[in-house]
């Protein structure tokens, strides 16, 4: 009798599933395959199962069967991409040789700020390290707020040749 339901539905309702598979997949071949997948699931269904509603129950499948197929798309995408790309992903972590250069650039960069003027120094340091404003280091170091801003200049353009030293 189960046999028979299936019969029934795969007659009525065959072709709005391979549109719901086509929907998904966009691909005619795997909308078939994930067709004839969902009608398999169903005739597996525990003969005793109560389905009150037959065509519901057919989705319900329909639609764990898509999810299934998503994934394995999704798996073998990642599986078969060639060795190439894989190696020109960005990652995260820096290579030993970025490593080292960045140390070096970061002393090299260091040194420069500790030749800078004792004031210049400082304020560079409040306002670039400690994400100071120009009118905090100004009441907090008694000068003007136009002396702050040229202080910073100054030990920018500082940096800026130092850094131009470095990459070039």
Known sequence: ????????????EE?????????????ATEASDATQETFLRMLDTPPKTIIENPQAYLFQIAKSVARVTSARFAADAELFLPAIVGENQ????PDQERVVIGRQSLI?????????PNRCQEVFI???LHGMSNGEIADRL???????EKHIIKALIHCRKVRSEIYF
């Open 108 to 116: 090299r960069l260091a040194k420069a700020i500790e030749k800078l």
């Open 1 to 12: 009798m189960f046999g028979a339901l299936v019969q029934q539905l795969q007659r009525s």
């Open 142 to 148: 008694g000068v003007s707020r136009n002396m702050v």
């Open 90 to 93: 960005a990652t995260d972590a």
């Open 15 to 27: 072709r709005r599933l391979r549109r719901f598979f086509m929907r998904r997949f966009r691909n």
């Open 126 to 128: 409040l306002s670039r």
